[in-house]
Nanobody
Framework: QVQLVESGGGLVQTGGSLRLSCAAS????????MNWFRQAPGKQRELVAA???????NYADSVKDRFTISRDNAKSTVYLQMNSLKPEDTAVYYC?????????WGRGTQVTVSS
């Protein structure tokens, strides 16, 4: 069982920045594939950014060059640095871990970008 706890969400103006954190339980964090998803009201949950155990990263086209995913294996934490935020980035952001083909989810953190 892997527990994930997100933090760092909040209200920010257009063009602002936020950094989300996700702390994971378990002693094998370095092998987890870690992802950030988001879900806006009335929309499906979508993948925003992913980072593998090899630290390769992938991003949704809508956030490329604005968001950066990173991980600190010593702290069992994954981060999402979000810059140049837009109102369309408003959503609940969820941390996801894939461990031996099992999916684990955090409870989410709200990000609201005002225009």
């Amino acid at each position: 069982q892997v527990q994930l706890v997100e933090s760092g969400g909040g209200l920010v103006q257009t063009g602002g920045s936020l950094r989300l954190s996700c702390a994971a339980s378990g002693r094998q964090f370095r092998i987890y594939a870690m992802n950030w998803f988001r879900q806006a009201p009335g929309k499906q949950r979508e993948l925003v950014a992913a980072i593998g155990s090899d630290e390769n990263t992938n991003y949704a086209d809508s956030v490329k060059d604005r968001f950066t995913i990173s991980r600190d294996n010593a702290k069992s934490t994954v981060y999402l640095q979000m810059n140049s935020l837009k109102p369309e980035d408003t959503a609940v952001y969820y941390c996801n871990a894939v461990v031996f083909f099992l999916n684990y989810w955090g409870r989410g953190t709200q990000v609201t970008v005002s225009s």
